[in-house]
C-alpha cells in the first residue's frame, strides 16, 4: 500500500532522531495512476518531514478522501518554512537555508519531484507552514469514486507493488 510503503521509507532516519511517524486517517481509499511514482512523491514529503523536525517530535501521515479527490496529508512539528519563501520551494535545487545542506542531506529536488507527480496525475500539491511551528503538505490525487462505470472509461488501479502504470491504493 502507498502509505505503508512511505512510512517504511522514513522510518530509518526517524528512529535515528527518535521521531514518531504515524498514521491517522481513513484506509482502503484507491488513486489513480503510477504507484512507483506516487509511492516516490509521498515518500519524500515523510523523508523532508523527518529531515526538517527536531528529536523527539512527530510527523503524521493521513488520507482523507475529499470529492473526486483524495487527500494525503504529511504534517510535522520542525522548523517552519518562511511565508516568503513558499511559492519557491517547489523548484528544482531551491533550498530555504542552504547552509542545512550539510545536515539534512538531499539535493533539492525532491519537492519539485513531489510537484511534477501530481500534475502528472491530475492532482496538486498544497502548503501550509509556520515558521518554529511546522509544515503540513498535501498531495491532492484524483480517487476511484464507486458508484456506475461511465461509458469507455476503465481507470488504471492497483496496488503499489504491482507493475509501473497501473496504480496504488492508500
Known amino acids: 500500500m502507498l502509505v505503508e510503503r512511505s512510512l517504511d521509507v522514513g522510518a530509518i532516519g526517524a528512529a535515528a532522531k527518535g521521531i514518531e511517524v504515524t ?9 489513480l495512476g503510477d504507484g512507483e511514482q506516487l509511492a516516490l512523491a509521498l515518500s519524500n514529503l515523510v523523508a523532508n518531514a523527518v529531515a526538517y523536525s527536531p528529536a523527539g517530535s512527530r510527523v503524521v501521515v493521513s488520507a482523507q478522501p475529499a470529492d473526486t479527490m483524495l487527500d494525503l496529508n504529511v504534517t510535522d512539528q520542525g522548523i517552519g518554512i518562511p511565508a516568503a519563501e513558499i511559492d519557491r520551494i517547489f523548484e528544482r535545487f531551491y533550498r530555504v537555508d542552504p547552509s542545512r545542506r550539510r545536515s539534512t542531506g538531499g539535493t533539492g529536488l525532491g519537492l519539485s519531484i513531489v510537484k511534477h507527480v501530481a500534475a502528472s496525475h491530475g492532482g496538486e500539491v498544497l ?9 503540513s503538505f498535501t ?5 476511484v469514486v464507486s458508484g456506475p462505470a461511465q461509458p ?11 507493475p509501473a502504470g497501473s496504480g496504488a491504493s492508500a
Open 23 to 31: 498514521y491517522d486517517g481513513q484506509r482502503g481509499h484507491r488513486v
Open 127 to 135: 502548503v501550509w507552514s509556520a515558521e518554529g511551528q511546522g509544515s
Open 139 to 143: 498531495l491532492r490525487l484524483p480517487r
Open 152 to 162: 469507455g472509461s476503465t481507470p488504471a488501479v492497483a496496488r503499489a507493488s504491482e
